[in-house]
Structure formats: C-alpha cells, structure tokens
C-alpha cells in the first residue's frame, strides 16, 4: 500500500539573520533545503499549517515541499523549538533521490498483551528502543511495531532476528540483540530490600550507641 503524500508549501526566503524573527511574528517558519546534489538554500513555510503537518512526523518521514512550484522530495532533519512554549522555530530539510537508499534509525513500538505478563511475578522489558536499517526513502517506516502477544513464558524474547520487514528493507543491527525480555520481578525486589536493610542498619546502631550514652550520661547527672 502507497503512502500517502505529505505536501508543505513554501516559499523562498530572502530575509536572513537577526530579519528572521520579523518572520515568524508575521507567522512564518524559516527552514533551509540542503543535499548532496543542490546548493542549500532559505525557505519559509506558514508557521500554523506547517507545523500541524510536522508536529506529526518523524525522521524517516518523506515529505514532498513545494517551493514556489518546484518539488522536492525531502526528510525532515534539525527541528528548533522554542525552549518554553514548544513552538517550532527552524527546520532543516534534506533533498534525497527516490532511487537512492539510505540509512536510518527506527523507533520500535511494543503493541498487543504478553500471555506471561498476566504473572504478578513477571516484568517484561523493552530493552531496545530503535534499530538501524537501510531503505529508499519512500520505503522507511515511520515506526516498527513489536508484536509481544508471542511471550508466553519467562524463557521467551523477541530478537532483532525475530522482526520481518519485508524485501524492501535491510535491517542493518546485530539480529541477536534482544528487543523484548522477560524475567522475574522478585529477584529484584529482593535485592533491593537487602540492599536497603544493609545500608539501614548501621544507622539503627549508631543511633542506638547515641541514645544508651545520652542514658548513661543522664545517670551520671541524677
């Protein structure tokens, strides 16, 4: 199934420097295009519509910015917002060939309900948030879902070996790190409570030794 087109519209800018923050009172967000093959060069977008379309991406998101009725096909890079309101304030775009493949860092999301999780005594961890891959840029996922409705036991996990993505795509990190394992939650908790009583205890000596001086000192006095 195709994706659909994500479409910005922008226009070249001319203002540069200290000018750009008169750009964006006048509600438009600055950006650059830059790539292996073209000479980078200033845009400008309408602040409120391109944001609602880029709050919504990721990296590995291919958008089509129309600059003045000539296209590119784009990933969206360096994103700077503004430290206290979270408005974007820049953004960096790069022009890749649809016939070139790339390299890119996906973001894995763990969906559906573990069987061994129904254990009180069970934890199951994501221990790997992304992979690298490789993909022509209108193949790149956007996301990797990981199914974890497989783990049924405290000897089960789920490996990069595990994950199938289709021809399209090669996944370029080791198949043998582990995404997903399970294992006991009182094995913890107990080395936390004996850890937490061991440092506990000195202080319950010392206080002790503090209160049978300030009796026998009390002792001395009467």
């Known amino acids: 199934m195709a994706k659909e087109e994500v479409l910005i519209n922008a226009q070249k800018r001319n203002v540069t420097g200290k000018q750009v923050k008169a750009l964006r009172r006048q509600g438009l967000l600055p950006g650059v295009i830059y790539g292996r093959h073209i000479e980078a060069f200033p845009i400008q977008m309408d602040a409120h519509d391109a944001s609602l379309i880029l709050d919504?991406?990721?990296?590995?998101s291919l958008i089509t910015i129309n600059v003045d009725g000539e296209k590119y096909n784009v990933?969206?890079?360096?994103?700077?917002r503004d430290v206290i309101f979270g408005d974007l304030l820049h953004v960096d775009f790069l022009v890749v060939s649809l016939t070139e493949k790339l390299r890119a860092t996906i973001e894995l999301k763990l969906v559906g309900e573990a069987p061994v999780a129904d254990n009180p005594d069970v934890v199951v961890t994501q221990v790997l948030n992304a992979i690298e891959i490789e993909a022509?840029?209108?193949d790149l996922p956007e996301v990797i879902e990981v199914d974890i409705s497989t783990l049924e036991t405290v000897d089960d996990e789920i490996t990069v070996a595990d994950l199938d993505l289709g021809e399209k795509i090669t996944i370029l990190t080791d198949p043998n790190e582990a995404i997903v394992s399970v294992g006991y939650v009182a094995q913890e908790e107990v080395a936390e409570e004996e850890e937490a009583e061991a440092l506990a205890e000195?202080?319950?000596v010392e206080r002790g030794k503090k209160e049978a001086a300030g009796?026998?000192?009390?002792?001395?006095?009467a």
Request: aromatic residues 0%; without cysteine; negative net charge.
């Open 56 to 60: 919504k991406l990721t990296a590995s």
């Open 75 to 80: 990933l969206m890079r360096d994103r700077q």
């Open 136 to 138: 022509l840029p209108q």
């Open 202 to 204: 000195p202080k319950v």
């Open 215 to 221: 009796e026998e000192a009390e002792g001395e006095e």
